[in-house]
């Protein structure tokens, strides 16, 4: 089955640093785009960026640009999220999801990881 | 960027037809036919349901139609089922080159 894993719940303090990963499986994962998705709690879903890890040609949205890494490691079929100094309104559940191009639809997502930002 | 215009909740008794709007402008729906739509359950993942305007991903129920005229997209889902109730967003690719969601539709099935 085709799928992505992503790592589990981080709880963390404000200023600290933090990496999450979202594993593909049973597909080229360097065939295709992976994008990360925030979802704040209760509102609505916003791409932050996406990678081709065939090349690791990565573009973020505006509002994203700067302030996260969005990474890939092909050889272990892995995409990374990381933030180098974390604020409280990063709170939020990050979805990795899959897409053929920069274009199309995220046909295949990740479950999900929470990141608790707190003092 | 700003976020498609789609309404905070829409709602229909099972059996009936209800459609979701998306409101865009010529620099994302208008612009190209990648629009899609996904479902959400609460606490679940989403879940891609119309890909390029009006298509859908295999083992989509054919429920679930889309369409697009100018800058507005819809999403039509006939036949109303307990199990559609869930929040559903559009989603358009931009000439920003960048992706855009909507602010997201909770449906509810009465």
């Known amino acids: 089955e085709v799928q992505l894993v992503q790592s589990g719940a981080e709880v963390k303090k404000p200023g600290e640093s933090l990496k999450i990963s979202c594993k593909g499986s049973e597909y080229s994962f360097g065939s295709y785009w992976i994008a990360w998705v925030r979802q704040m709690p209760g509102k609505g879903l916003e791409c932050m960026g996406i990678i081709y890890p065939g090349d690791s040609d990565t573009r973020y949205s505006p509002s994203f640009q700067g302030q996260v890494t969005i990474s890939a490691d092909k050889s272990i079929s892995t995409a990374y999220l990381q933030w180098s100094s974390l604020k409280a309104s990063d709170t939020a559940i990050y979805y990795c999801a899959r897409s053929r191009t920069p274009v199309d639809a995220f046909d295949i997502w990740g479950q999900g990881t929470m990141v608790t930002v707190s003092s | ?110």
């Open chain 2, 1 to 110: 960027q700003s976020a498609l215009t789609q309404p905070a909740s829409v709602s229909g008794s099972p059996g009936q037809s209800i459609t979701i709007s998306c409101t865009g402008t010529s620099s994302d729906v208008g612009a190209y036919s990648y629009v899609s739509w996904y479902q959400q359950h609460p606490g679940k993942a989403p879940k891609l349901m119309i890909y390029e305007v009006t298509n859908r991903p295999s083992g989509v129920s054919n429920r679930f139609s889309g369409s697009k005229s100018g800058n507005t997209a819809s999403l039509t889902i006939s036949g109303l089922q307990a199990e559609d109730e869930a929040d559903y967003y559009c989603s358009s690719y931009t000439t920003s080159s960048t992706r855009v969601f909507g602010g997201g539709t909770t449906l509810t099935v009465l």
